[in-house]
């Protein structure tokens, strides 16, 4: 008798990246304390020996998930706040049209997610300074390349940061007949007289 080979289904290859990927949805959804090898490896279905194969242990996938949200953040904040010789004031205006605009609910989940977890977690702290800190740096180099002194910059990228995080923490549909304009004032508030 000929025993005919039945076709497998090859076997999802996961690396490091696709694993922090998903504990940051994790994250997101249950806090650092969903996170869970077990959980990890039933929602990517495949079995624990996987992870250990990319990780030494959950602190290490910590380890990653925090370098992975400091790194997006850095960079996301480098990207918005670069702008072209002269065209400062211009990008100062896109900076707070896209940060106070309706943004993602998973990330700001993540974000509300790891500064919970920053509360109980002195290392997680530091990095959530750091990545506060680069944020209102580039914020406030921004200002400065507008013409604005630097105490006065300062403070601006303050305003900008505390506006930016605060409406996004909000749901003010039903405050004004026309929030769009009103964004448009507080803009006009954060960045008026730059130039």
């Not at 996961?14 to 304390?33: C, F, H, N, S, T």
Request: glycine fraction near 6%.
């Amino acid at each position: 008798m000929r025993m005919e080979r039945t076709a497998q289904k090859p076997r999802t290859q996961l690396d490091r990246a696709a694993w922090v990927e998903q504990a940051l949805e994790i994250l997101a959804q249950d806090g650092v304390a969903g996170l869970r090898v077990e959980v990890l490896a039933k929602k990517l279905k495949v079995t624990k020996g996987s992870f250990y194969w990319h990780f030494k242990d959950r602190q290490d996938l910590l380890e990653g998930v925090l370098a992975a949200w400091r790194d997006s953040r850095i960079r996301d904040i480098a990207k918005q706040t670069r702008a072209r010789p002269g065209e400062e004031l211009q990008q100062l205006y896109h900076v707070i049209d896209v940060y106070s605009a309706s943004r993602s609910r998973k990330g700001m989940l993540i974000e509300l997610a790891v500064r919970e977890w920053a509360k109980r977690d002195a290392a997680v702290s530091t990095v959530v300074e750091e990545v506060d800190t680069q944020r209102l740096n580039f914020a406030r180099d921004l200002f400065l390349a507008c013409g604005v002194p630097m105490r006065e910059a300062s403070s601006r990228c303050m305003l900008l940061y505390a506006y930016v995080f605060g409406i996004s923490l909000m749901n003010c549909d039903g405050f004004g007949e026309d929030i769009e304009a009103l964004k448009a004032d507080i803009a006009d508030l954060i960045a008026r007289s730059v130039n």
